[in-house]
T-cell receptor
Framework: DAGVIQSPRHEVTEMGQEVTLRCKPI?????LFWYRQTMMRGLELLIY????????DSGMPEDRFSAKMPNASFSTLKIQPSEPRDSAVYFC????????????FGSGTRLTVV | SQQGEEDPQALSIQEGENATMNCSYK?????LQWYRQNSGRGLVHLIL?????REKHSGRLRVTLDTSKKSSSLLITASRAADTASYFC????????????FGKGTRLSVIA
Protein backbone atom coordinates (compact mmCIF):
# COMPACT_ATOMS: atom_id res chain seq x y z
CA ASP A 1 0.00 0.00 0.00
CA ALA A 2 1.24 3.49 -0.84
CA GLY A 3 0.11 4.81 2.52
CA VAL A 4 -2.26 7.68 3.15
CA ILE A 5 -2.20 9.96 0.15
CA GLN A 6 -3.01 13.64 0.42
CA SER A 7 -3.29 16.23 -2.29
CA PRO A 8 -2.24 18.84 -2.99
CA ARG A 9 1.04 18.99 -1.03
CA HIS A 10 1.04 22.75 -1.10
CA GLU A 11 -1.78 25.20 -1.70
CA VAL A 12 -1.53 28.96 -1.89
CA THR A 13 -4.79 30.78 -2.28
CA GLU A 14 -6.25 34.21 -1.84
CA MET A 15 -8.53 35.09 1.02
CA GLY A 16 -12.14 34.35 0.18
CA GLN A 17 -11.40 31.53 -2.21
CA GLU A 18 -12.64 27.98 -1.75
CA VAL A 19 -10.04 25.38 -0.87
CA THR A 20 -10.50 21.62 -1.15
CA LEU A 21 -8.06 19.18 0.41
CA ARG A 22 -8.16 15.53 -0.53
CA CYS A 23 -7.25 12.31 1.20
CA LYS A 24 -7.07 8.67 0.24
CA PRO A 25 -6.79 6.42 3.32
CA ILE A 26 -5.13 3.05 3.49
CA UNK A 27 -7.27 0.32 2.00
CA UNK A 28 -9.01 -1.62 4.75
CA UNK A 29 -8.77 1.12 7.34
CA UNK A 30 -12.19 2.06 8.63
CA UNK A 31 -11.39 5.27 10.52
CA LEU A 32 -10.24 8.54 9.00
CA PHE A 33 -9.10 11.66 10.82
CA TRP A 34 -8.43 15.23 9.76
CA TYR A 35 -5.93 17.19 11.88
CA ARG A 36 -4.58 20.71 11.60
CA GLN A 37 -1.10 21.61 12.81
CA THR A 38 0.17 25.07 13.70
CA MET A 39 3.07 26.23 15.81
CA MET A 40 0.78 27.93 18.28
CA ARG A 41 -1.84 25.24 18.78
CA GLY A 42 -0.02 22.05 17.86
CA LEU A 43 -1.99 19.19 16.32
CA GLU A 44 -5.75 19.71 16.54
CA LEU A 45 -8.37 17.15 15.59
CA LEU A 46 -10.92 18.67 13.24
CA ILE A 47 -13.21 15.75 12.44
CA TYR A 48 -13.16 11.98 12.20
CA UNK A 49 -15.12 9.31 10.39
CA UNK A 50 -15.83 5.67 11.22
CA UNK A 51 -16.99 3.55 8.29
CA UNK A 52 -17.49 6.71 6.21
CA UNK A 53 -19.82 8.27 8.80
CA UNK A 54 -18.80 11.52 10.54
CA UNK A 55 -18.64 10.83 14.26
CA UNK A 56 -17.39 14.03 15.82
CA ASP A 57 -16.92 17.36 14.07
CA SER A 58 -16.69 19.46 17.22
CA GLY A 59 -13.12 20.38 16.30
CA MET A 60 -14.16 22.08 13.08
CA PRO A 61 -13.45 25.71 13.87
CA GLU A 62 -16.31 27.32 11.95
CA ASP A 63 -19.09 26.68 9.49
CA ARG A 64 -16.64 27.63 6.79
CA PHE A 65 -15.13 24.18 7.25
CA SER A 66 -16.83 21.05 5.98
CA ALA A 67 -15.71 17.47 5.39
CA LYS A 68 -17.13 14.55 3.48
CA MET A 69 -16.31 10.91 3.03
CA PRO A 70 -18.43 9.64 0.13
CA ASN A 71 -16.77 6.21 0.14
CA ALA A 72 -14.14 4.20 1.99
CA SER A 73 -11.32 5.38 -0.22
CA PHE A 74 -11.80 9.12 -0.38
CA SER A 75 -12.38 12.13 1.84
CA THR A 76 -12.35 15.88 1.34
CA LEU A 77 -11.95 18.83 3.65
CA LYS A 78 -13.31 22.06 2.26
CA ILE A 79 -12.84 25.63 3.47
CA GLN A 80 -15.17 28.20 1.99
CA PRO A 81 -14.39 31.06 2.16
CA SER A 82 -10.77 30.76 3.26
CA GLU A 83 -9.11 33.26 5.60
CA PRO A 84 -5.44 33.95 6.42
CA ARG A 85 -5.85 32.39 9.88
CA ASP A 86 -6.64 29.07 8.18
CA SER A 87 -3.02 28.87 7.08
CA ALA A 88 -1.63 25.65 8.55
CA VAL A 89 -0.61 22.13 7.65
CA TYR A 90 -3.59 19.83 7.34
CA PHE A 91 -3.06 16.13 7.92
CA CYS A 92 -5.24 13.20 7.14
CA UNK A 93 -4.70 9.94 9.04
CA UNK A 94 -6.35 6.54 8.97
CA UNK A 95 -6.44 3.49 11.21
CA UNK A 96 -8.03 0.08 11.36
CA UNK A 97 -10.63 -0.87 13.95
CA UNK A 98 -8.09 -2.38 16.31
CA UNK A 99 -5.77 0.62 16.22
CA UNK A 100 -3.01 -1.66 17.49
CA UNK A 101 -0.57 -0.06 15.06
CA UNK A 102 -1.67 3.48 15.71
CA UNK A 103 -2.52 5.95 13.01
CA UNK A 104 -0.96 6.24 9.59
CA PHE A 105 -0.55 9.85 8.56
CA GLY A 106 -0.35 11.38 5.13
CA SER A 107 2.38 13.85 4.26
CA GLY A 108 0.02 16.77 4.80
CA THR A 109 -1.15 19.75 2.80
CA ARG A 110 0.53 23.04 3.60
CA LEU A 111 -2.12 25.71 3.11
CA THR A 112 -1.23 29.37 2.82
CA VAL A 113 -4.04 31.90 2.54
CA VAL A 114 -2.87 35.35 1.53
CA SER B 1 -8.60 17.33 28.58
CA GLN B 2 -6.42 14.24 28.46
CA GLN B 3 -3.94 15.94 26.17
CA GLY B 4 -0.45 14.65 26.61
CA GLU B 5 2.20 17.24 27.36
CA GLU B 6 5.77 16.55 26.39
CA ASP B 7 8.77 17.75 28.29
CA PRO B 8 11.14 19.29 27.40
CA GLN B 9 9.86 21.36 24.49
CA ALA B 10 13.27 21.19 22.86
CA LEU B 11 16.36 19.05 23.41
CA SER B 12 19.78 19.27 21.83
CA ILE B 13 22.35 16.50 22.27
CA GLN B 14 25.50 15.16 20.69
CA GLU B 15 25.45 12.13 18.46
CA GLY B 16 25.92 8.97 20.50
CA GLU B 17 24.25 10.37 23.61
CA ASN B 18 20.90 9.17 24.91
CA ALA B 19 17.80 11.32 24.58
CA THR B 20 14.94 11.18 27.06
CA MET B 21 11.57 12.78 26.51
CA ASN B 22 8.68 12.76 28.94
CA CYS B 23 4.94 12.88 28.55
CA SER B 24 2.26 13.58 31.13
CA TYR B 25 -1.46 13.12 30.69
CA LYS B 26 -4.60 13.65 32.71
CA UNK B 27 -7.14 10.84 32.41
CA UNK B 28 -7.27 7.06 32.27
CA UNK B 29 -5.97 5.51 29.08
CA UNK B 30 -6.07 2.28 27.10
CA UNK B 31 -2.67 2.92 25.67
CA LEU B 32 -0.12 5.60 24.97
CA GLN B 33 1.69 5.99 21.68
CA TRP B 34 4.78 7.82 20.52
CA TYR B 35 5.19 9.32 17.08
CA ARG B 36 8.03 10.98 15.22
CA GLN B 37 7.68 13.84 12.75
CA ASN B 38 10.48 14.83 10.46
CA SER B 39 10.46 18.37 9.14
CA GLY B 40 7.83 18.82 6.45
CA ARG B 41 6.46 15.30 6.82
CA GLY B 42 3.57 13.53 8.49
CA LEU B 43 3.76 11.79 11.84
CA VAL B 44 5.10 8.26 11.94
CA HIS B 45 4.01 5.75 14.58
CA LEU B 46 6.96 4.51 16.65
CA ILE B 47 5.65 2.44 19.51
CA LEU B 48 2.51 1.71 21.52
CA UNK B 49 2.44 0.77 25.19
CA UNK B 50 -0.72 -0.55 26.79
CA UNK B 51 -1.99 0.55 30.17
CA UNK B 52 -1.08 -2.81 31.72
CA UNK B 53 2.51 -2.62 30.50
CA ARG B 54 5.33 -0.83 32.28
CA GLU B 55 8.09 -0.96 29.74
CA LYS B 56 8.53 -1.71 26.09
CA HIS B 57 11.49 -1.85 23.74
CA SER B 58 11.85 -1.46 20.01
CA GLY B 59 15.37 -1.28 18.64
CA ARG B 60 17.01 1.78 20.19
CA LEU B 61 13.69 2.95 21.65
CA ARG B 62 12.63 2.29 25.20
CA VAL B 63 9.26 3.44 26.49
CA THR B 64 8.08 3.37 30.07
CA LEU B 65 4.61 3.99 31.43
CA ASP B 66 3.62 4.85 34.98
CA THR B 67 -0.17 4.95 35.16
CA SER B 68 -0.12 5.98 38.82
CA LYS B 69 1.74 9.14 37.87
CA LYS B 70 0.05 9.41 34.48
CA SER B 71 3.38 9.76 32.78
CA SER B 72 5.50 8.10 30.13
CA SER B 73 9.04 8.48 28.90
CA LEU B 74 10.70 7.77 25.58
CA LEU B 75 14.39 6.98 25.61
CA ILE B 76 16.41 6.92 22.41
CA THR B 77 19.78 5.31 23.00
CA ALA B 78 22.95 6.02 21.03
CA SER B 79 21.29 8.83 19.12
CA ARG B 80 22.10 9.59 15.51
CA ALA B 81 21.79 12.73 13.43
CA ALA B 82 18.91 11.01 11.63
CA ASP B 83 16.95 10.97 14.90
CA THR B 84 16.58 14.75 14.62
CA ALA B 85 12.81 15.28 14.55
CA SER B 86 9.85 16.21 16.72
CA TYR B 87 8.47 13.52 18.97
CA PHE B 88 4.86 13.40 20.10
CA CYS B 89 3.00 11.33 22.63
CA UNK B 90 -0.64 10.50 22.03
CA UNK B 91 -3.14 9.04 24.43
CA UNK B 92 -5.94 6.62 23.62
CA UNK B 93 -8.75 7.16 26.10
CA UNK B 94 -10.13 4.35 28.19
CA UNK B 95 -13.68 5.50 27.66
CA UNK B 96 -15.14 4.79 24.28
CA UNK B 97 -13.66 4.77 20.81
CA UNK B 98 -12.33 8.33 20.89
CA UNK B 99 -9.53 9.64 18.71
CA UNK B 100 -5.95 10.02 19.84
CA UNK B 101 -5.07 13.32 21.44
CA PHE B 102 -1.58 14.58 20.72
CA GLY B 103 0.73 16.74 22.76
CA LYS B 104 2.72 19.60 21.28
CA GLY B 105 5.87 17.56 20.97
CA THR B 106 9.54 17.65 21.87
CA ARG B 107 11.87 18.96 19.21
CA LEU B 108 15.05 16.86 19.29
CA SER B 109 18.24 17.99 17.61
CA VAL B 110 21.10 15.52 17.39
CA ILE B 111 24.37 17.19 16.51
CA ALA B 112 26.94 15.20 14.59
Amino acid sequence: DAGVIQSPRHEVTEMGQEVTLRCKPISGHNSLFWYRQTMMRGLELLIYFNNNVPIDDSGMPEDRFSAKMPNASFSTLKIQPSEPRDSAVYFCASSDADRAWGYTFGSGTRLTVV
Amino acid sequence: SQQGEEDPQALSIQEGENATMNCSYKTSINNLQWYRQNSGRGLVHLILIRSNEREKHSGRLRVTLDTSKKSSSLLITASRAADTASYFCATDAQSGNTPLVFGKGTRLSVIA
